[in-house]
């Protein structure tokens, strides 16, 4: 993926992402799983963000975007878990009542790392041989 322009800027903020079900229960079918994706796109849509790759399993799911940098990462963590929890509790609402007796869906944490680009190690030798003016 390139890197994409904004008015003022050009960017390239790749960020994963891993959330986790409350209390680690395994809760994530398919079919959520299917649903949650559909909420995630819906999401990085509206906040121009792009969801290059998105999968789980019974208890965590894993996130690849490429952020706007108009959206922190902890304001689009919000808006990801707050739209996802809102709609599989009311689409998916019987199931997770077997595993939930609140309204709940995801753990308080996340998990968030930047990714991509060039190695730690290369950008910080690049910047050292930078032209310092004399």
């Avoid at 209390?23 to 949650?36: F, G, H, N, Q, S």
């Avoid at 975007?65 to 709609?87: E, F, G, T, Y």
């Avoid at 689409?91 to 996340?110: C, H, I, Q, T």
Wanted: aromatic share 10%.
């Amino acid at each position: 993926m390139q890197a994409r322009k904004g008015s003022h800027s050009v960017y390239s903020i790749r960020l994963h992402l891993v959330f986790v079900t409350k209390y680690r229960r395994k809760v994530i079918t398919k079919p959520i799983l299917e649903r949650m994706l559909e909420v995630f796109n819906r999401v990085c849509l509206a906040t121009d963000c792009i969801l290059i790759e998105f999968s789980g399993e019974a208890d965590h799911v894993h996130l690849l975007l490429d952020l706007n940098p108009k959206n922190s990462p902890s304001n689009m963590v919000n808006s990801l878990k707050s739209a996802s929890s809102r709609i599989l509790r009311q689409e998916f609402g019987d199931y997770l009542s077997k595993y939930y007796s609140k309204p709940v869906f995801w753990s308080g944490s996340y998990y968030a790392a930047s990714s991509g680009g060039a190695p730690i190690e290369q950008l910080k030798e690049y910047i050292k041989n930078q032209d310092a003016p004399v």
